[in-house]
């Protein structure tokens, strides 16, 4: 009998297949007491191990490339950590064996991860999956992960490591459902990135039973459980309706009426410009630059370096656009030469803009790179700082730009709900607003946007976070100037339409999601679209905004 549940959808398309569930294993070792003679030995295989399960997650995010390199390497940071190694050295000492001393230190580590407040609490599942694959390796057992199937599948699992979802293979893993997770976590970004349709926050999704027929509609968040024929049929259809309008349309972004809207890409650096030109893409919206400082925890990368970063991505987009987040550390993207380690709740604390005033070398050194690339070179570039709260904020980071020659537009990212309250001042200062919907719901609903608990708080379709858009777009268009969305809110080809509606002037996304806002926009007038996000803005709930939005666009 079929039955039906609901989870997020975070990656659109259809999947049908048979379940195959994530593999665990029971990787909580023995509590034993070893000689003391024993402890210098014991140090030394965890050290091994630690550099050994390093080593693997770099080499997995060289092998992915893009947003899933940052990811990894930021996790391979996360083993190698200074004060998890003094801790588990001092455990050993006491007469912990190597792998007790690690799985003791990372449980200490990762309470005070889940008690720092709910945006450090959501990067506790990259905590684990770094702990899991160490004692696995001390403990010579496999890690736990993808089944080995030579038949097409799809997944099942509580929540899917960066590590795991950056590297699966789509050939055989038709889509993903997990039970953790919410639209912004890594796994929902990286399934994106893969173009893998996939569901997240999924209460119950364990239960599915091994070898269970399923249908995942990675659009609409729901899960149908032994689907019937006519379920399967009615879902292949519209999947084969929405690839022949993918098909159809082409060229840059409009609304059937000609209204130009520029579909523009995410990108986390270089080795993402193949799949935002074979999707598209009209230039960049997002340039996360994060990628660079990576590498090195304890040092900003040279100047040299960062210049050649720079300068392939803008060479990729002659006479295109490429908007560059400067440098957004802090929060979930410490760096040990920049952000405090002793701030009670570093989401709310020194993050963004903040980091680089406070350091303001970093961001010159930054910006004169971003100068010297755009030279000689027909690109439109713009930069753009991350976490702006008010107009001191915005003028100091175009007093930046100005005093590095810095010949671009510059701009600031709205995540902050003062900043839409407020857009009009600080459009005063820069010259184009971008917002970032993933952290403007955050901090618009105190929702952490990695906790599948509250996930329908980070809804971009929520009504209040509908209202800051609207007012940004409504602030720029009264000063003459650009305002495009960069979050992960444009990739929904529904929701690019009502974005469309209430002024925003640009939508960028992953590559992947491109096509299907293209044929979305291409099916509607700008009227359609202003009254979509009129009847969207007027409900009283993310269910209700959504469909009120498609009735309208449906015609009923």
């Not at 971009?460 to 495009?484: I, M, N, T, Y």
Request: a negative charge; one cysteine or more.
């Amino acid at each position: 009998m079929e039955t039906t549940l609901r989870g997020v959808g975070v990656s659109h398309g259809v999947a049908i297949g048979e379940v195959r569930h994530m593999g665990t294993a029971v990787l909580e070792p023995p509590a034993k007491q070893i000689p003391a003679e024993e402890a210098e030995r014991e140090q030394q295989r965890a050290r091994q191990a630690v550099d050994a399960v390093a080593a693997d997650l770099t080499a997995r995010g060289n092998l992915a490339g893009g947003e899933a390199q940052a990811v990894l390497e930021a996790q391979a940071l996360m083993a190698q950590d200074p004060e998890l190694m003094a801790d588990v050295d001092r455990r050993v000492a006491v007469g912990s064996s190597a792998e007790r001393a690690v799985y003791d230190a990372f449980a200490a580590y990762r309470e005070l991860l889940a008690n720092a407040g709910e945006y450090l609490a959501g990067r506790v599942a990259d905590l684990d999956d770094v702990r899991n694959r160490i004692v696995a390796r001390l403990l010579g057992v496999p890690m736990p992960g993808v089944p080995d199937s030579d038949e097409p599948y799809v997944l099942v699992a509580r929540d899917l490591a960066p590590a795991d979802t950056a590297l699966l293979d789509p050939t055989l893993v038709l889509g993903f459902v997990t039970e953790e997770g919410g639209p912004t976590s890594h796994s929902a970004i990286l399934a994106r990135a893969l173009g893998v349709p996939a569901v997240v926050a999924l209460p119950g999704a364990g239960e599915i039973a091994e070898g269970t027929l399923i249908a995942v509609d990675g659009s609409s968040g729901e899960i149908f459980v032994n689907p019937t024929e006519e379920r399967r049929a009615a879902l292949e259809a519209a999947a084969a309706e929405r690839k022949a309008a993918l098909a159809a349309a082409t060229g840059p972004g409009a609304t059937a009426d000609g209204h130009k809207v520029p579909l523009l890409a995410n990108i986390g650096g270089p080795a993402d410009v193949a799949a935002a030109i074979e999707a598209g893409a009209e230039g960049v919206g997002l340039f996360r630059t994060e990628f660079l400082f990576l590498d090195d925890s304890k040092n900003a990368p040279s100047e040299e370096k960062q210049l050649e970063a720079y300068r392939q991505v803008l060479e990729a987009f002659p006479e295109g656009r490429v908007v560059v987040r400067v440098l957004d550390a802090g929060a979930d993207k410490p760096l040990d030469f920049l952000t405090p380690g002793d701030e009670p709740n570093p989401a709310l604390g020194v993050r963004g803009l903040r980091t680089l005033i406070d350091h303001p070398e970093v961001l010159r050194t930054q910006l004169t790179a971003l100068a010297k690339a755009a030279e000689g070179l027909p690109v439109h570039l713009e930069v753009m700082a991350p976490m702006v709260a008010d107009r001191a904020d915005a003028k100091a980071f175009a007093d930046a730009c100005r005093e590095a020659g810095l010949r671009a537009k510059y701009g600031a990212m709205v995540e902050i709900p003062s900043a839409a309250l407020r857009a009009r001042s600080v459009l005063r200062e820069v010259e184009f607003l971008s917002l970032g919907t993933n952290d403007l719901a955050q901090y618009t609903f105190a929702a952490d946007r990695q906790v599948g608990a509250v996930s329908r708080l980070q809804d971009p379709w929520q009504p209040a976070l509908l209202d800051l858009v609207a007012l940004s777009a409504e602030a720029a268009r009264a000063e003459g100037k650009s305002c495009g969305v960069c979050g992960e809110a444009a990739s929904d080809p529904l929701l690019a339409c009502v974005l469309t509606g209430l002024g925003v002037t640009s939508l960028s996304m992953g590559a992947a999601s491109i096509p299907y806002v293209r044929a979305s926009l291409a099916k509607f007038t700008l009227a359609q679209c202003e009254r979509a996000a009129a009847a969207a803005r007027a409900a009283d709930s993310a269910d209700e905004a959504r469909n009120a939005a498609q009735a309208v666009l449906s015609g009923e």
